[in-house]
């Protein structure tokens, strides 16, 4: 059966409370945590979303939702090093939220640094994948931290004056097989912004008197116009639009 079309307004609900160990919160108020990725505490913030939020909560039950929720990540990470959907939360999630798309937790690892050992490479938990689609075929499968690092680009950018740290994303056929037992989005952030940058760093270096920035920006969109349409063929996505 083919996924329903995705909503990317009501994508975020099941990012974390899928990977979770279990229900949380007070007659079903739930805080859904952002704290596993760059836009958490240490970005000057921890954005999160409460889940079921009325107004017959008061302070102590939002205080009591937001420290389960972390609790219950922290708990995931300490017994297993990795944050991991469980189907049966999945479809609970998706059951309770009614999430047309769900971000789930199955090996990948956000940011422009992931993983430090090639094997990294092969960290996608297809049959994990294939497990969440069984139980919700008709809920799209999303990809938050599943991009490729481009070895070429973070070799550039040092090599500018850059200092980012060399490591290994998600490898291309690692995602095609995700692609067919039911991923239907993939985000796909760093490795486009690492093409920029590199462009844009050997443009401004190569001509290090050009004031005018419409030629290094030219030169920054082409690379990550590559990249894209590189992803799109490998993803299967060129051709598709109607």
């Excluded at 959907?85 to 789930?104: I, K, N």
Aim: some cysteine; charged content about 25%; aromatic content about 4%.
């Amino acid at each position: 059966m083919a996924p329903r079309p995705v909503n990317a307004r009501r994508e975020f609900g099941c990012i974390y409370l899928s990977g979770q160990v279990g229900t949380t919160g007070r007659h079903d108020l739930l805080f859904l945590s952002l704290l596993m990725e760059e836009r958490g505490a240490r970005g000057g913030g921890a954005p999160g979303a409460f889940v079921g939020l009325t107004t017959e909560y008061g302070r102590d039950d939002l205080v009591r939702a937001v420290l389960e929720a972390l609790l219950s990540n922290f708990a995931a990470c300490s017994r297993r090093g990795e944050l991991r959907c469980r189907p049966m939360c999945a479809e609970e999630c998706v059951v309770r939220t009614g999430v047309d798309a769900l971000a789930v937790a199955v090996g990948t690892s956000r940011g422009s640094v992931k993983f430090t050992d090639e094997s990294g490479g092969q960290r996608l938990r297809i049959n994990l994948i294939a497990k969440i689609r069984k139980r919700l075929p008709d809920t799209a499968q999303v990809l938050h931290g599943s991009s490729s690092i481009p070895v070429d680009a973070v070799a550039t950018i040092n090599k500018q004056g850059g200092s980012v740290t060399p490591s290994y994303g998600i490898d291309a056929a690692q995602k095609q097989a995700g692609i067919a037992q039911g991923i239907r989005k993939i985000n796909q952030g760093p490795e486009s912004q690492l093409a920029w940058t590199a462009a844009l760093r050997s443009d401004l270096s190569e001509r290090p008197a050009e004031v005018e920035p419409s030629s290094a920006i030219a030169a920054a969109m082409a690379a990550m116009t590559e990249i894209v349409r590189e992803r799109m063929r490998e993803f299967g996505s060129a051709g598709q639009a109607r």
